[in-house]
């Protein structure tokens, strides 16, 4: 696998149970995926970097001369999301690359080639991706109950198969495998030739849902006196 200079695309993905990362040489809006890298969960942030510098080195190039980064930035599991985050913008920081960041929602819908999709968040609730205009959220069965379901959603796992089927029998699931770095590249090439990229002072992840740390803060301190809260402040 020998890669040209200029039109060298890298993509991270670890926003999932599993992740990866992915090498492509930009052809006009498309992509040609040179080579693709799974990572397996909860080891993320001890084998992200070593995989992009395998992966650039079967390419016979390196992270200063590629075209730009791609990151996948949620939602999905705040540590993966976050590592995945941090090492994207630290790679692009260091060699002076435009990065650009996608929902991993918008990334399975367009995988599937359909325009809604729906990731298991757990606690009985998905990370849910709406068509016309597009809309992100996150719902349980009551809040699916006040939406108007759309006629097809991608689902790549069984907790939000379930949900849904439950909440929208009328909807057609539509089976896909869970998306990858390589399918982030194909749906952003074009975005990349438009140079639609991110502010990385701003770049943050995409969760849809507040950290464990953050709720279970705001519950203990509603616990405390009114003199306690103002004090903690």
């Known amino acids: 696998m020998h890669a040209t200079l200029e039109s060298i695309l890298l993509a991270i ?19 040609e995926v040179l080579g693709q890298t ?15 510098a395998e992966l650039l ?15 996948v930035n949620g939602p999905g599991s705040f540590t993966g999301v976050r590592v ?25 819908a367009s995988a599937a080639g359909v325009d809604s999709a729906a990731l298991d968040a757990h606690r009985n609730e998905i990370f849910l991706r709406l068509a016309g205009p597009p809309c992100e959220l996150l719902a349980g069965a009551a809040e699916l109950a006040t939406l108007a ?11 939000a198969a379930k949900l849904l089927a439950s909440a929208w029998p ?16 194909r749906l952003c090439a074009a975005r990349v030739a438009r ?3 991110a502010d990385l ?18 519950k203990n301190q509603s616990g405390k006196s009114q003199s306690e809260r103002n004090q903690s402040r």
Do not use: N, W
């Open 149 to 159: 379901p759309p006629a097809r959603i991608a689902v790549c796992d069984p907790g």
């Open 195 to 197: 140079g639609e990229f």
């Open 84 to 108: 995945g985050l941090s090492a994207a913008k630290g790679l692009a920081e260091g060699a002076q690359l435009p990065i650009l960041a996608v929902s991993r929602l918008e990334v399975l």
């Open 201 to 218: 002072a701003l770049l943050d992840g995409h969760y849809l849902r507040r950290s464990d740390a953050e709720i279970f803060g705001e």
């Open 57 to 71: 080195e079967q390419a016979r190039t390196k992270l200063s001369l590629l075209h730009a980064m791609v990151v």
């Open 13 to 31: 993905d670890t926003c999932g149970s599993s992740g990866s990362v992915a090498l492509g040489r930009a052809a006009g809006d498309g992509v």
């Open 170 to 185: 009328a909807t057609e699931l539509v089976q896909a495998a869970a998306p990858s770095a390589a399918d982030a590249l």
């Open 38 to 52: 799974e990572l397996a969960g909860r080891s993320y942030s001890a084998t992200l970097v070593s995989a992009v």
